[in-house]
């Protein structure tokens, strides 16, 4: 732990860790944009309290240490050297109060859930991928920069108890019920859409499996139901310490 931190709890120190990592791993996906999108995470212990990547800090500058807690309305808790970016946590924030289950929201402007987000027909079921989310993903209509308060409930009646949702014109918004989850579900998305767009570019016709055969292989890719993300996370981060294991500090 930190000793520049305040006193913590473990369960605190061990999600500023995960989400740090995956701040990281996005990074080497290369789905961040500059200083801006973000991930947030409940913090254990603390209704209403999140942490938030520092404003103004790239993606794979966040550590644990340098995360920030914030409270619903993006207003920081306690003292912190750093800033956050409000209005940028306003997606979160509609999210983590309208979903309980959501301990972590993950919104990006990935560019492959850009240009999918454009096309009318969304995401097709056209891969195994993509499957993972028939009938389990929720569309926005972009209705400009700001999010106000009319917006944020016409998003979240949109998303209701999905996973995934495809921003229109903007981005992608995943939310895990665990930051392992979120992170392997905005994979999933991110390759279901890039292999859309590569599909596309031969401009011929697409073979789609049946509607019958599509909920059997999502509920096939669904399991018991358990979070997705706890086999693949502690391989992610084997891969993350062996590149820089700098974002645990």
């Given at each position: ?13 061990q999600?500023?860790?995960?989400l740090?990592?995956c ?7 290369q789905w ?9 995470a ?9 942490l ?6 790239r993606?794979d500058e ?12 993006g ?7 750093y800033q ?21 929201v993950?919104h990006?402007?990935?560019?492959h859930?850009i ?5 009318a027909g969304g995401l097709?079921?056209?891969s195994?991928?993509?499957l993972?989310?028939?009938?389990q993903?929720?569309?926005h ?30 981005g ?6 665990s930051i392992a989850e979120?992170y ?5 998305l ?6 859309q767009?590569m599909?596309n570019?031969?401009?011929g ?11 059997k292989t ?14 693949e996370w ?9 590149i820089?294991?700098g974002?645990?500090h």
């Open positions: 732990m930190n000793p520049n931190l305040p006193t913590i709890s473990d369960a605190e120190w999600v500023r860790k995960d740090a990592a701040y990281r791993l996005c990074a080497l996906k961040d944009d500059l200083i801006y999108t973000h991930i947030s409940t913090v254990p212990g603390e209704p209403g309290h999140f938030l990547n520092p404003f103004g800090y993606f966040v550590c644990a240490s340098n995360l920030v807690k914030i409270d619903a309305q207003r920081i808790v306690g003292d912190s050297p956050v970016n409000v209005s940028g946590f306003a997606i979160h924030g509609a999210v983590h109060a309208a979903r309980p289950d959501a301990m972590c993950m990006l402007h990935n560019t859930a240009a999918i987000s454009i096309q097709l079921p056209i195994q991928h993509a993972r989310f028939y009938e993903i929720a569309y209509d972009y209705e400009g920069l700001a999010l106000t308060p009319t917006e944020q409930g016409r998003m979240i009646e949109r998303l209701g108890k999905l996973p995934a949702m495809l921003l229109r014109n903007h992608s918004l995943v939310c895990g019920r979120a392997v579900l905005m994979d999933t991110d390759k279901a859409c890039e292999i767009l599909a570019v031969g401009n016709r697409l073979t789609l499996p049946s509607h019958d055969v599509c909920r999502r509920d096939q890719l669904l399991g018991d139901g358990t979070p997705e993300g706890v086999l502690p391989a992610l981060l084997r891969k993350l310490d062996a820089d294991p974002y645990q």
